[in-house]
């Protein structure tokens, strides 16, 4: 079992930044590949990024690729999400997700463990 916890979100006007972070307790953090998914009002959830449980390596969605960077820190139990050229469309509910089985995948099906979600709020 292990707990997530997002913090980091909020308002931000377009082409603004905001760091996400989701931390983790219960069972060993870094035996979980980990991933983050944002979910718009109306929309279904969706993949933005993953991670393996090194760190060594990640996978990002197109809509993201080369504006977020995902990565981990396995000592303080805790995987991020810098958010850099934020768009409106980013507007959503954030949330990380962890993964006892599959390693950087995309599919919301494949992880196990969920936080609550926080909020981004990108204002045109």
């Known amino acids: 079992q292990v707990q997530l916890v997002e913090s980091g979100g909020g308002l931000v006007p377009a082409g603004g930044s905001l760091r996400l972070s989701c931390a983790a307790s219960g069972r060993t953090f870094s035996s979980y590949a980990m991933g983050w998914f944002r979910q718009a009002s109306g929309k279904e959830r969706e993949f933005v990024a993953s991670?393996?449980?090194?760190?060594?390596?990640?996978r990002y969605a197109d809509s993201v690729k080369g504006r977020f960077t995902i990565s981990r820190d396995n000592a303080k139990n805790t995987v991020y999400l810098q958010m850099n050229s934020l768009k409106p469309e980013d507007t959503a509910v954030y949330y990380c997700a962890a993964s006892a089985y599959y390693s950087r995948t995309s599919s919301p099906y494949d992880y196990d463990y969920w936080g609550q979600g926080t909020q981004v709020t990108v204002a045109s």
């Open positions: 991670i393996i449980r090194s760190g060594g390596s990640s």
